[in-house]
């Protein structure tokens, strides 16, 4: 029997909800729902979502002081990155592509380090 089979949410509390869900809707274009979230419904059945444990030690989610670091799919990695620098947005100067896709990082108001992937092409 199969038992966990996917990731079904990620919750976070914040200092200041509303200013925070504002942030993610004005520079990360998430469209927050009045009960205070959202859904992503999968449009690409190669898509997945990682799951992982890292240990206490791990410096990927420095600048943060948070136990967590979230990661969203982009279409334009370069384009998204340009814009959130473009509002003003602590954005790392640093963008990783390998054959997994392309990274990039920014910062949210609340100091959570926020990891953007573009998935490399399908062949």
């Not at 949410?9 to 509303?18: Q, T």
């Not at 990695?77 to 602590?90: K, P, T």
Request: with cysteine; proline share 7%.
């Amino acid at each position: 029997m199969k038992r966990v089979v996917g990731i079904g949410g990620i919750f976070f509390k914040a200092r200041d909800p509303e200013k925070l869900r504002a942030w993610y809707q004005t520079h990360l274009g998430i469209e927050v729902q009045a009960w205070g979230g959202t859904v992503f419904p999968w449009c690409n059945p190669e898509g997945m979502t990682v799951w992982s444990i890292s240990p206490q030690s791990a410096e990927s989610f420095e600048p943060s002081q948070a136990p967590f670091m979230i990661n969203y799919v982009v279409e334009n990695l370069h384009d998204v990155l340009a814009a959130l620098r473009a509002e003003g947005c602590d954005v790392d100067a640093r963008v990783d592509e390998s054959e997994f896709g392309a990274f990039g990082w920014v910062m949210d108001p609340e100091g959570n380090r926020i990891e953007l992937w573009q998935p490399p092409k399908a062949n």
